[in-house]
Nanobody, 124 residues
Framework: QVQLVESGGRLVQAGGSLRLSCAAS????????MAWFRQAPGKEREFVAA????????DYADSVKGRFTVSRDNPKNTVYLQMNSLKPEDTAVYYC?????????????????WGQGTQVTVSS
């Protein structure tokens, strides 16, 4: 069982930056493919970014490519989402998710573990 806890969300002005963190419990974090999703009010949860458990590959939604970067620190059991050049349309609750081994996927279904979410609000 893995527990995920996100932090770092807050109110920020357009053009600003934030770094979200997702801390994982357990001793096998390094074998989890990790992802970030977000959900805006009235919208479905959507894929943002993912990092393969080997660290060899990443994937990003087109809407965040070039602005967001996903990374991980295995000794700290933490995955990060660095968000730059934020836009009002980035406003959402951001969730981290994990699944043991396996390929990166933008679908929510294959991810076994989810955090409770952290609110990011970007003002214009």
């Amino acid at each position: 069982q893995v527990q995920l806890v996100e932090s770092g969300g807050r109110l920020v002005q357009a053009g600003g930056s934030l770094r979200l963190s997702c801390a994982a419990s357990g001793r096998t974090f390094s074998i989890y493919t990790m992802a970030w999703f977000r959900q805006a009010p009235g919208k479905e949860r959507e894929f943002v970014a993912a990092l393969h458990w080997t660290g060899a590959s990443t994937d990003y939604a087109d809407s965040v490519k070039g602005r967001f970067t996903v990374s991980r620190d295995n000794p700290k059991n933490t995955v990060y989402l660095q968000m730059n050049s934020l836009k009002p349309e980035d406003t959402a609750v951001y969730y981290c998710a994990g699944k043991k081994f396996g390929a990166i996927t933008a679908d929510t279904g294959p991810y076994d573990y989810w955090g409770q979410g952290t609110q990011v609000t970007v003002s214009s």
